[in-house]
Every structure is written in structure tokens, then in C-alpha cells.
């Protein structure tokens, strides 16, 4: 009975397992086709563009089809594909499927689908078509293929700014040297000396961190340029050494060096002549070739000329004494950029030169030039001053002039100093050599080295005229003239008082009558004198100078700045303000004079309360006085005096012998 049951159990499994295999799904043969997509909206077929890195996130094409019709349309999805011309989609391309039946294309989407197959800058032409995919019962449907023609771009960013440098240029891999280009929509131009053999590359910016545009980043380079093989993936320049166009093409993904040429004239690095023509000063020609002179050749490539140029100048350089083939101007147009161009590429050079002096370079090496003041340099050094015999701190002059040099500085009594055109190097020392008169506490000292005759250290002010062959060594200058109480008797002249280093004041009663005034640096005579430039409205001339004048009587606030040789003249009138003043800060009090030569006292009788005080001129701030230290010395935009309430006497004294001072007193 029992083995009854097992063979029952086992008769069962068996029907079990038949009806089982009676009822599963037969394999499908094939998928099951449906209806395919159909374009609703297409590019036309006569579709020929090139690509732009500029504008990748612009839409190229919107395409739009049907839905495929499936006997089940659940899950339906779409992908883009492309492919060669006459291939058959044999080896499509596929964009990342989507379930819309609709697709914007843009620029750059388009072109990194294209750049896993095709070379950049080059045409090509492919066709597209969507495919249509369900699950695995249902076939692949495709929309008909439509073709166009397209270049693509190699995905280089377009730098706002382009700079040069390597061992093919001047410069070398610095970057902070490197040689800007002209930058023309996506296209730069630069024009300079490339030696042959030599790496280059170009960066975005001229710091280390820059964007390296290095071998790689253009699609097509000319035939003279190849891979250097180095760490960086610099370019090579193979042609002959010579000056050169190089033009980076971004929009064409293209990097060319050819040699410049107008006519027949090929543009070398090292003409045997340049000359400077425009309209740039009143003693050369304008625009006259002919008449116009000739840079001075100061090494392969690089030549220089000292002129005056005026406002508004106008120049260019020739490469002969005629308007002929060899012409450089400012890169691109009009300007003062530095960056140099030739025949066809320029426009003029545009300057504002104020009538100075300035040394013009031209650099063929470097395809640049600049304007640069014609200072010459003065150093002073020697035991007499904060520095010492330390030649490498030597303590710079300040030009005034051709020729004239001035400080104001810290100077030791009775010790030596010397001069020096170059710090750190003792050649071409002036000492006593140098000079013929010595003004002031100037004198000669030990071995052929200046002296601070001066009876104490302090600050004193020096003043170079190696026209003239005078040095001077003072405290301050003086002022004297008939206009005023000094006369015209140098033993008389009234010392000004420093009020920032260099910048010296002193207040008087000046007349329009009288001759004027000047200035001295010793009460020992009339060497070295200064007075008002003829040519400069409130320039210093030590040589060929005039008296300064005023125009009405008046008192008067005199300052003269020996840092730069210039002189402000202002008449003042003087008030109180403040919180206790009766017209408070806005309102000033105005305070009496007696106008008379010599007079240097302001006063008023007023009455005021628990407060603060100032004095200033002519209502306004330009000029006050406050009393920083609280100790009766009154200083330019001093501290607030503080007061309490009373009637007083009040007197502001402007005396530039003794200082600039005040009285309160109780009445």
C-alpha cells in the first residue's frame, strides 16, 4: 500500500510536467514590425556650415518626427544618428536617447559627436536619421536619412587676450614677458623676430597660471611649425630666422608664420635705417620724411632717438628717407598700444608729450616700442646721510629738469655725501669736482667728497645744477622782494617753514607794487636764486627766471613744493569755526588784520562756549589749522582746540620764522 502511494505521487509529477510544456509561449521567429517614424521638421538638404567654438550653446537644428506605430507603444525611445555619406549607418554614431519626438541639436552637442570620428576644420558630410527601439519583440524603426556638409571646430577655448613667448622670441618662457597680439574677432596677429629652432607657445594671460595653447590646440599649422617633443607640447619653429606675421586662427582652428612682404620688399628684423616722421614737435617737419631724423642703432633689431614730443603728436617710423615699403605704426589703428605693425596693418602712434623730453625705442625683435621720458637719474650717498657709504640704498634725487636735481632730507652736520647716476654702482661719481659754486651749507669735504657745512643735523634740502655746476645746501629757502617787508636785500630774506617734507610756506602782506618777489637759499646773495618759469604758469626757474607778482594788495599764503619746482600763491582771509563758535561749524567768525608789510597777526574778540574751535581761510576747508599736539603749534588739518565758555582774545600768528601759532586769552 505504501509503495501504492509513491507510484501515484510520481504518476502525477509526470502529467504535471506535461501540461506544463503543452502550454509555454512558442519562441518568437522575428520581431514584430510596426510602422517607422517620419520627420516632421528637418534641416534643408542643402545644408553646408562650419562650426564655431564661440557658439556652442547656440541651436544648430530643431528636428521634430512621428511616433512610430507599434502594437504597443509603451516605452518607446529615440536616438540620433549619424554617419558618413554612403556608409549606411554601418557604424553610426548615437546622441544619448531621449523619449520626446522632438530635438534641439546645438552647436556643441554636434560637434563632440563629431569629433569621436572626424578631424577638426575639415568638411565632411554625413546623414542623420532617428532610431526608433522598443523592447525586444518589436523591431528598430528609422526615420528616412537626410544629409548636409559640416566642419567641425577643434574644442579650444577663444581666449579674450593672447600673449607669445619661448626660445623662438626675445623673451624666452617668462610669462610676465610675454608679447601680447592683436586680437581681430578670433583671429590674433603678432609681428616680431623668430629664431629658427626655437620652442614657443602661447598663453592667455601673463602670469604662470595661464592657458597653455601649446601643439594640439589649433586643427592646422603651417609648414614651418612643428611639435617640439618637450614636457610642455610646445611648437617648434622650423623656418630660417628672420621677422615674421604669425596669425592664431580660432576660427578656423588654424596657427600660420610667414614672412612679412610689401611689393618686393620682404620686412627684415635688422633694416640698415629708421627714421621717426610725424607731426610730433615744432622743429621737425611734419610728416616729411625727408627732413625727419634718424634712430640711432643700439643693438640687432632695436633702435632709440631723444626728442621733445608735444600733445596731440602724431608718428610713425620708416625704414627710409621716403614714404616707400618699410613703414611701422601702431598694430591695428591709431594708438599707443606698444604693440608695433607694418605697412597696411598700422595706424599712427598717438601720444600726449606735453612738450618733454622723451626717449622714443623701436624693437623689431620684439615687434614693439615705447615712449619713455628722458629722465636722467641722480643718487646722493656718504656718511652724512640715513644710508651711509651703502651705495646699493643710495637715496634717489627728484628731476626737476635737464640738469637739475632736488631733496629734501635728513642730512648730518659736518660730513661727507656724494652723487651717483646709478645706484649700486660707484662709477661716474660727482664730488667736488663737479661743482664751481657752493651755495648755502655746501661745501668740500675730504677726498674729493661734498660737505654739510651745516651747524646741526636736521633736514635740509638739496639742490643739483650740473648746469650751472652749482650745489646747494640749505634749511629752507627764503623769500624776499620789494612787494614785501624783506626788500630786495638777501641778508634780509625771510626763512619758510616745512609743513610736509619738500613743501614749504610762509605767509605775508604782499603789495601789487614793489617788483614782486623770489626766492633764495642763503642770505649770503643772490647765487642760485629762484623765481616764476616764463614758458610754465607756476613752475620754479633757477635760470632765466622771472619775479613772481600779485595782482592786489593782500595777505598772502606763499608755497613752494622743491620736490617738482612749483609755487601756489592763494590770498587769505582768516575766521574761527566750531561747536563753540556763535556761528558754529558753518557760520565762521571773521577775524581783523592791519595790512601792512611785516604783519603777520590775525585777532578777534568773541565770545564762545563749552566747545571746539578752528581757524581757517576764506571759508573753506581747503585750508585750516588745528592743534594736534595741544601745545599752541598750529598744523595743516590739525585737531579740533578745545575751549570753554568766556569772552576772549584770540590771535592766530602766521609767522613762517617761528612757526604757526595761537593765543587764547581771557578777557
Excluded at 511616433?67 to 507603444?73: I, L, Q, T
Excluded at 605693425?341 to 618733454?356: A, E, H, L, V
Excluded at 650717498?381 to 640715513?386: D, F, K, L, M, R
Excluded at 668740500?444 to 636736521?458: E, F, W, Y
Amino acid at each position: 500500500m505504501k509503495n501504492l502511494r509513491y507510484f501515484l505521487i510520481l504518476i502525477l509529477a509526470v502529467v504535471a510536467f506535461s501540461c506544463e510544456e503543452d502550454f509555454m509561449t512558442p519562441p518568437v521567429k522575428s520581431p514584430v514590425e510596426g510602422t517607422a517614424p517620419v520627420w516632421v521638421n528637418q534641416p534643408s538638404s542643402d545644408l553646408d556650415t562650419v562650426l564655431f567654438k564661440r557658439d556652442e550653446k547656440e541651436t544648430l537644428f530643431s528636428l521634430s518626427w512621428s511616433a512610430p506605430v507599434y502594437a504597443d507603444n509603451i516605452g518607446v525611445r529615440y536616438f540620433l544618428q549619424l554617419d558618413s555619406k554612403g556608409n549606411n549607418f554601418a557604424d553610426p554614431i548615437e546622441f544619448d536617447r531621449i523619449s520626446a519626438t522632438e530635438l534641439d541639436v546645438t552647436i556643441g552637442d554636434l560637434n563632440n559627436a563629431l569629433m569621436k570620428r572626424y578631424n577638426p576644420a575639415e568638411k565632411v558630410e554625413i546623414e542623420m536619421r532617428i532610431r526608433a527601439a522598443s523592447n525586444e519583440d518589436l523591431a528598430n524603426l528609422y526615420t528616412e536619412a537626410f544629409s548636409f556638409k559640416v566642419t567641425p571646430y577643434l574644442d579650444v577655448p577663444v581666449p579674450s587676450e593672447l600673449f607669445m613667448m619661448g626660445t623662438a622670441t626675445e623673451v624666452g618662457f617668462s610669462s610676465a614677458d610675454a608679447l601680447a597680439a592683436l586680437k581681430d574677432g578670433d583671429v590674433f596677429y603678432k609681428y616680431l623676430k623668430l629664431t629658427t629652432d626655437g620652442a614657443f607657445r602661447f598663453t592667455d594671460k601673463q602670469t604662470d597660471d595661464g592657458f597653455a595653447y601649446n601643439y594640439g590646440k589649433f586643427a592646422t599649422v603651417s609648414s614651418n611649425i612643428a611639435a617640439a617633443g618637450d614636457e610642455d607640447g610646445n611648437f617648434k619653429f622650423t623656418g630660417e630666422t628672420g621677422w615674421y606675421e604669425v596669425k592664431a586662427d580660432f576660427t578656423n582652428s588654424e596657427l600660420t608664420i610667414a614672412p612679412f612682404q610689401v611689393g618686393s620688399t620682404t620686412y627684415t628684423f635688422d633694416p640698415t635705417e629708421v627714421y621717426l616722421v610725424g607731426d610730433y614737435n615744432g622743429s621737425v617737419p611734419a610728416w616729411s620724411p625727408d627732413n625727419s631724423p634718424a634712430l640711432t642703432k643700439k643693438s640687432e633689431g632695436v633702435y632709440t632717438i631723444e626728442t621733445e614730443i608735444k600733445d596731440g603728436a602724431m608718428l610713425k617710423f620708416v625704414g627710409q628717407p621716403s614714404w616707400g615699403d618699410l613703414d611701422w605704426g601702431n598694430l591695428g589703428a591709431d594708438g599707443a598700444t606698444g604693440n608695433l605693425g607694418p605697412k597696411g596693418k598700422n595706424g599712427n602712434i598717438t601720444f600726449d608729450g606735453g612738450s618733454k623730453s622723451y626717449i622714443v625705442t623701436l624693437n623689431l625683435n620684439t615687434g614693439s616700442y615705447t615712449i619713455k621720458e628722458a629722465k636722467s637719474y641722480l643718487y646722493i650717498v656718504g656718511a652724512a646721510t640715513s644710508v651711509g657709504w651703502n651705495i646699493d640704498e643710495a637715496l634717489e634725487m627728484n628731476i626737476i629738469a635737464p640738469g637739475i636735481w632736488t631733496k629734501t632730507l635728513e642730512l648730518k652736520a659736518r660730513e661727507p655725501f656724494k652723487f651717483f647716476p646709478e645706484k649700486g654702482s660707484w662709477a661716474n661719481g660727482m664730488g667736488v669736482d663737479a661743482f664751481d659754486n657752493f651755495i648755502g651749507c655746501s661745501d668740500s669735504g675730504s677726498d674729493g667728497n661734498l660737505q654739510n657745512d651745516g651747524a646741526t643735523d636736521g633736514t635740509y634740502l638739496v639742490i643739483v645744477n650740473t648746469n650751472s655746476k652749482t650745489i646747494t645746501v640749505t634749511d629752507a629757502p627764503k623769500i624776499l622782494g620789494g612787494s614785501m617787508i624783506a626788500g630786495w636785500e638777501p641778508s634780509l630774506a625771510i626763512n619758510m617753514q616745512m609743513v610736509e617734507n619738500g613743501v614749504f610756506d610762509t605767509y605775508q602782506y604782499i603789495t601789487a607794487d614793489g617788483g614782486g618777489f623770489k626766492f633764495v637759499n642763503t642770505t649770503d646773495g643772490w647765487a642760485g636764486d629762484l623765481g616764476a618759469s616764463k614758458v610754465t604758469t607756476g613752475m620754479l626757474e633757477q635760470d632765466d627766471e622771472q619775479n613772481l607778482e600779485v595782482a592786489a594788495d593782500g595777505f598772502y599764503r606763499v608755497r613752494v613744493n622743491m620736490n617738482d619746482f612749483t609755487y601756489q600763491v592763494d590770498e587769505t582771509a582768516w575766521g574761527i569755526v566750531g561747536s563753540a563758535n556763535p556761528g558754529g561749524w558753518d557760520n565762521d567768525s571773521n577775524m581783523s588784520f592791519t595790512e601792512a608789510k611785516g604783519e603777520y597777526i590775525w585777532s578777534t574778540d568773541i565770545t564762545l562756549t563749552d566747545g571746539q574751535i578752528k581757524f581757517r581761510a576764506n571759508g573753506s576747508w581747503d585750508i585750516n589749522l588745528g592743534d594736534t599736539d595741544a601745545n599752541g603749534s598750529l598744523e595743516y588739518g590739525g585737531t579740533d582746540i578745545g575751549v570753554t565758555a568766556g569772552n576772549y582774545h584770540i590771535e592766530l600768528i602766521l609767522n613762517s620764522v617761528t612757526g604757526f601759532t595761537y593765543t587764547i586769552t581771557a578777557n
